[in-house]
């Protein structure tokens, strides 16, 4: 979004159009970026002394994705001889 914006903005720079083509254009130049978690409702940066924090100090949202539930697979059994053989 920050790109297209760039883009538009400056119509004769040859701006990146994805992330990874940014990052292989700022690594060419020598420069370098430090990547910075944000709250995921973007209500604060861990950053500084709230580095370690897990949750957010606004919103109290975690840091971190939650897993998703492990979903079972239920397998139906066609043939009970060949079932029963094996177990």
């Known amino acids: ?20 083509e940014a990052k292989k254009t700022i690594n060419k130049l020598g420069l370098h970026y430090t990547k910075i978690d944000a709250c995921p409702n973007d209500c604060m940066l861990y950053l500084g002394e709230d580095r370690d924090r897990d949750f957010c100090k606004k919103c109290k949202t975690s ?11 239920v397998l139906q059994v066609t043939n009970k001889k060949r079932f029963q053989q094996r177990f």
Request: charged content about 30%; overall charge positive.
């Open 1 to 20: 979004m920050i790109l297209e914006l760039l883009a538009d903005a400056f119509e004769h720079a040859k701006i990146s159009h994805s992330f990874f």
């Open 63 to 73: 840091r971190w994705k939650a897993k998703k539930k492990v979903q079972l697979l």
